[in-house]
């Protein structure tokens, strides 16, 4: 079945969520860690740079999802989120030894037809959250290689050229190698981050 495309990038708790959602999805999906956002300032800043045109926050649907979501509700203009709630279902996931504190299935555990449904109500009152033409082309991520050729990681001088990329994307200064490229990768493609790299170059700045 062909995945709903957005336009706008998705945050939800953990990995496990991440993929559930990616399952029926096509977008940037974003995690926070749980409570680690919390304490996370490139994480912080990541979720309000790519909020600028909208985000879907989905967290699992027990008090600690809602703390989450209130947490992030200070982060990112409130205008600008799309709240979905995964239904509630007494239940555990199959990966758990013990049901959550709750006995509630988190976003991972209610399974791709619940999921697909909260996200075609979501399209379906804001069309406008859908990718024109439906369905993205295929996307080539920047690696970790890319980073090392262009001497952001693993070589002299690479913080201070990190911060130079970080500023052309519009991210804080003194962020990780690995924080920055999971960064890029939500907000460019490869020829947009190519492209960055010349300019850079050519002005002279590195």
């Known amino acids: 079945m062909e995945k709903i495309a957005l336009a706008v990038p998705v945050?939800?708790?953990?990995?496990y969520d991440k993929a559930a959602?990616?399952?029926?999805?096509?977008?940037?999906?974003?995690?926070?860690?749980?409570?680690?956002v919390f304490n996370n300032t490139e994480k912080r800043a990541l979720i309000k740079r790519?909020?600028?045109?909208?985000?879907?926050?989905?967290?699992?649907?027990?008090?600690?999802?809602?703390?989450?979501?209130?947490f992030l509700n200070g982060v990112v203009d409130k205008e600008k989120i799309y709240p979905v709630y995964a239904p509630r279902v007494f239940g555990k996931?199959?990966?758990?030894?013990?049901?959550?504190?709750?006995?509630?299935?988190?976003v991972e555990g209610v399974g791709a037809a619940a999921l697909r449904e909260v996200f075609e109500t979501l399209?379906?009152?804001?069309?406008?959250l859908l990718k024109e033409g439906g369905e993205a082309p295929p996307r080539e991520e920047i690696t970790k290689g890319d980073f090392y050729e262009d001497g952001f990681s693993g070589?002299?001088?690479?913080?201070?050229?990190?911060?130079?990329?970080?500023?052309y994307f519009g991210f804080p200064p003194g962020m990780t190698s690995?924080?920055?490229?999971?960064?890029?990768?939500v907000v460019a493609d490869r020829p947009a981050y190519k492209k960055a790299v010349e300019e850079i170059n050519n002005e002279g700045l590195r």
């Open 21 to 36: 959602v990616c399952s029926v999805v096509d977008a940037a999906v974003i995690t926070t860690d749980g409570f680690g």
């Open 178 to 185: 690995g924080a920055l490229l999971s960064a890029i990768n």
């Open 155 to 167: 070589k002299d001088g690479a913080a201070e050229a990190r911060d130079r990329l970080a500023a």
């Open 50 to 70: 790519v909020s600028e045109r909208g985000i879907v926050v989905l967290c699992d649907s027990d008090k600690a999802g809602g703390v989450i979501r209130s």
């Open 123 to 128: 399209v379906a009152q804001n069309p406008h």
């Open 93 to 106: 996931e199959k990966r758990k030894k013990t049901p959550s504190k709750e006995g509630i299935l988190g």
């Open 11 to 15: 945050v939800v708790e953990g990995r």
